[in-house]
């Protein structure tokens, strides 16, 4: 009672005070640039502090807020201690002026929401995101500290730069160096012929022109790509700069280096990479020795379930795995726990890691039946008439004799698991806690180069980062077949 | 297991059947009680995310008689009677606390799988260490003749446990398996977009009859067959004569050909991506089907050729010389005799570029980024996108995409696997 008192005899005294502003001229001018338009409005008196200036968008002339949207608003308020970001700072730009003519950057609150001091008259706004060549309807809705709002008539006006950046990429570079590559292929090829038939090789004189149509399209669609990437990560490409990229040295290898969270995520690939293949080697390993035996009804039944998760397309499968996975999904149904294991960063590696395990046992399951196929059954069977028992003949026969497949095999699993796009992308993007610039949670290196190339556009920096992902692959392989040849020579 | 000394009975204590013999289901209790501590483990931790006070008592009361139970079976020997009763007292005690755990909490399915993983072993637990020959064995009264027929039993004991014990691994393997697909068929057969719920409450066609309506689905069926024919047409058109040339010829360059192929195989994909985009983006081919098979034959190519190469080498080297002596010339023998014969693996690589291409995801969402060109994959990701959560619909789609796949899968598995590990790569 005793409040509702106070308000009101505080509305009636502050009232007369506070002055309503409306907007007194409104223009809009849609030829600023990519998706923009520059409202620019004025009110007929200074403004008071409590004001907010919310613009409004439509394809429909505005009577009512009901058919538009907002774009955003504007306040009038206290600027002391906010920042005051520079002209293209910001992602909308805004002034705003007293009536003198000289226009002064907003202000920014901790939201991010446009704020300029009271008593101004005018504000100048630059709109982004408006969609392009089509006539929009934007309107000015002045809230005055009373609350009282005042709805501008609506003003037209349409973002005139069409919506594809046009730029022209000069086609003849590409093809001088495709023909280039091509004509020097088919000249290899004819010298090495003609080598072969003053030798007087005459049996195999179509060899290469069988072979010419594969290794064309080889040189021509994967090495010379190659090159072209090697060469892209000492320019500086980006969306922008295509066509006319500069050499600018290692710069875009420091870049690469400095990223913060470089570490973090390299770390995590190759945590990501050992435990996936090492859990696939075990358990491939122990699902193939339990089909395996001689003995096994329903054998044939078992390993088409078993295959089920390679047969089914990837995607599909890690899709299926995210929405088990979502809060109301079946994973907390069927625990009958209450998780949200995709929104926690240990979660979510665990997450991801367990779905890739999922999809790649049956490969490893596989190739290791095969090669268990082929070891020697009496060499079982003399270990038994000598009361060996399992685990013995496990470890003592069986991984030494399966060595010569698991090394290759598991080689080949680390560097198809490190490039492992599908499971991250689609089920957690990299997230959680994306940032701005630097890898998220669960991102691993190829993931994360895809956004720095296609979400940032940053050609050059994520063609460094292709090199420097492939130079870890070659060191690593290197190391690991040394390490296990050294190994094998000395038992 | 040699038996110490003071345990060994005073008659038979240098003889060695008695001594090596240890009864297979004492073997098989040894191996299995880890595994038991195990899986109480796993319920602990389902039990502590679920906050259940009683469940999170009962199972760790369950980890701790398993592992006395674990502890006893390694400390049992032979005249070890007493040991051997400790067991079945424990085994009993584990009993009862499945009585509890039963009494108590929720009864959802993962509630019976856990309950069952304590109340089968310590069943099998007391049925087999109650045996007679068990018992014998343990009182350290058996004689060299019964330790004789103990050691002849075991092989056959052994051989049954190791089968039961492959079955029972081999159904978790399958369940792990089977339970996302029985999942998404749920989904894709329930009404709305609801992800949990009760299994198969309510049945709605709604979502087929909704996928196969929408015009977005044929559009990307369309491009993705496109695309997907067009890849296998080329990518054999290629590998073909390569693959025939590789196993045939010997010429100048072959090695360092057949290196280069290899060496493809190795390269990550994400070397090329950024500079294929942009080569494909100058030439004008991005949103065109045209860049997507081009892309996919040439990755494609070397695991074609190789697997083509491995199929021509099996092909007798007769048959050519006969029909090269009878005037045939390389081509026509190549055309009329080669090619007729080693149909069948041809058919094998043409199934495997199409699968490839069929479920390609990175190049396709690189390149091809207007929804007018999408294929199966990339659609069907962007019906499950952060501006729409079309659960059911995705079910819908996802089985009718995948069915195709996964029968043709099964079909020529074995020859497919054969092919893809000969190359090795993943599809």
């Known amino acids: ?491 | 297991m040699i038996g110490s000394e003071k345990s060994l009975s005073p008659v038979f204590h240098d003889d060695l059947a008695s001594r090596w013999y240890i009864p297979a289901e004492v073997e098989s209790l040894r191996s299995l009680y880890p595994i038991v501590v195990m899986i109480n483990f796993v319920s602990l931790a389902i039990f502590i995310l679920r906050e259940d006070q009683d469940l999170i008592f009962s199972s760790s009361m369950q980890i701790v008689v398993s592992l006395v139970i674990l502890l006893l079976l390694y400390k049992l020997d032979q005249g070890q009677r007493f040991i051997r009763d400790g067991v079945i007292a424990i085994s009993g005690l584990s009993l009862l606390l499945c009585v509890l755990q039963f009494l108590s909490g929720p009864q959802i399915i993962i509630d019976y799988w856990m309950l069952g993983w304590s109340l089968f072993p310590s069943l099998f637990a007391i049925y087999s260490v109650s045996k007679p020959i068990v018992t014998l064995w343990a009182s350290g009264n058996q004689t060299t003749r019964s330790a004789e027929l103990g050691l002849y039993r075991n092989r056959s004991v052994n051989r049954f446990h190791g089968k039961v014990f492959r079955h029972v691994a081999l159904t978790h393997a399958v369940a792990f398996v089977v339970l996302p697909i029985l999942w998404i068929l749920d989904v894709a057969l329930s009404p709305g977009n609801s992800l949990g719920g009760g299994f198969f409450d309510s049945v709605t066609m709604e979502h087929f009859n909704h996928i196969l309506s929408s015009e977005s689905f044929w559009i990307w069926t369309r491009n993705s067959v496109i695309v997907s024919i067009g890849t296998t047409i080329l990518g054999l058109a290629l590998a073909i004569p390569a693959g025939y040339a590789f196993s045939r010829f010997k010429f100048r360059g072959r090695d360092y050909a057949m290196f280069s192929f290899l060496l493809v195989q190795m390269f990550p994909g994400v070397i090329i991506l950024v500079p294929y985009f942009l080569v494909m983006k100058a030439l004008g081919l991005l949103n065109t089907s045209v860049g997507l098979i081009l892309a996919y034959s040439v990755t494609a190519l070397p695991l074609c050729v190789w697997m083509l190469k491995g199929f021509f080498d099996t092909v007798p080297k007769e048959l050519e010389e006969a029909a090269l002596v009878d005037g045939c010339n390389q081509n026509n023998v190549f055309w009329r005799i080669i090619l007729p014969l080693s149909l069948p693996a041809v058919a094998v690589t043409a199934l495997f570029s199409f699968l490839a291409a069929w479920n390609e995801f990175l190049l396709a969402l690189t390149f091809n980024t207007s929804e007018e060109m999408y294929t199966l994959p990339v659609g069907l990701a962007s019906l499950i996108s952060s501006t729409g959560q079309a659960w059911g619909d995705f079910a819908a789609a996802s089985l009718l995409v995948s069915l195709p796949v996964v029968v043709l899968f099964v079909i020529f598995q074995r020859f497919l696997i054969e092919g893809l590990s000969a190359g090795g790569v993943k599809g």
């Not at chain 1, 003609?194 to 290469?208: L, P, Q």
């Not at chain 1, 040189?219 to 990560?233: D, E, K």
């Not at chain 1, 082929?374 to 008439?385: H, Q, T």
């Open chain 1, 1 to 491: 009672m005793k409040r509702a008192f106070i308000a009101i005899l505080s509305f009636i005294l502050l009232l007369p005070i506070y002055q309503a502003s409306e907007i007194s001229t409104l223009e809009a001018d849609g030829d600023v640039g990519y998706r923009q338009v520059e409202l620019i409005w004025s009110t007929d008196s200074p403004t008071q502090e409590g004001t907010i200036f919310q613009i409004w968008m439509s394809n429909e002339t505005i009577i009512e807020t009901i058919n538009a949207t907002m774009h955003s608003q504007v306040t009038v308020g206290n600027t002391s201690g906010l920042i005051q970001p520079e002209i293209g700072e910001w992602y909308d730009d805004c002034t705003y002026n007293f009536g003198d003519g000289k226009w002064i950057p907003v202000y920014r609150d901790l939201d991010g929401t446009a704020v300029v001091p009271s008593e101004t008259i005018g504000v100048n706004c630059t709109l982004t995101g408006i969609p392009p060549g089509i006539e929009i309807y934007l309107a000015v809705m002045v809230i005055n500290p009373s609350n009282e709002s005042i709805l501008s008539p609506s003003i037209s006006s349409s973002s005139t730069s069409s919506d594809e950046e046009i730029i022209v990429i000069e086609t003849s570079p590409y093809i001088f160096a495709i023909g280039s590559i091509a004509l020097s292929v088919i000249i290899l090829l004819f010298i090495l012929r003609w080598m072969d038939y003053r030798e007087g090789k005459t049996t195999s004189r179509f060899a290469h022109i069988y072979i010419a149509p594969a290794i064309l399209a080889l040189s021509v669609l994967t090495f010379y790509p190659v090159l072209y990437g090697i060469w892209l990560s000492f320019t500086n490409a980006d969306q922008s700069y295509l066509g006319d990229q500069s050499i600018i040295g290692i710069e875009n290898f420091i870049t690469v280096i400095s990223t913060s969270g470089f570490f973090r995520v390299t770390g995590f690939t190759l945590l990501w990479s050992i435990v996936n293949v090492a859990a696939h080697i075990g358990f491939g390993l122990l699902l193939a020795m339990a089909l395996n035996s001689n003995d096994l009804r329903g054998r044939s039944a078992y390993r088409t379930a078993l295959l089920l998760p390679w047969a089914i397309p990837s995607y599909i499968s890690v899709l299926v795995w995210r929405g088990l996975y979502e809060p109301a999904g079946a994973l907390n149904d069927f625990l009958g726990t209450d998780l949200n294991l995709l929104a926690d960063p240990n979660g979510a590696r665990i997450v991801v890691i367990l779905v890739n395990i999922w999809l790649g046992i049956p490969f490893m399951m596989m190739s290791i039946s095969g090669a268990l196929q082929a070891l020697p059954k009496d060499m079982y069977e003399a270990a038994e008439v000598d009361g060996i028992n399992k685990f013995s003949r496990f470890f003592y026969l069986t991984l030494p004799n399966l060595k010569s497949a698991l090394v290759p095999l598991s080689l080949l699993g680390f560097i198809w698991t490190f490039n492992m796009f599908n499971v991250i992308y689609l089920m957690t993007d990299g997230g959680p806690n994306l940032d701005f610039d630097g890898p998220g949670s669960t991102d691993i290196l190829i993931t994360y180069v895809y956004d720095v190339a296609f979400r940032e556009g940053a050609y050059g920096v994520a063609a460094a980062w292709s090199v420097v992902i492939f130079l870890m692959l070659v060191v690593f392989s290197w190391t690991y077949m040394k390490k296990t040849n050294a190994t094998e020579a000395v038992t």
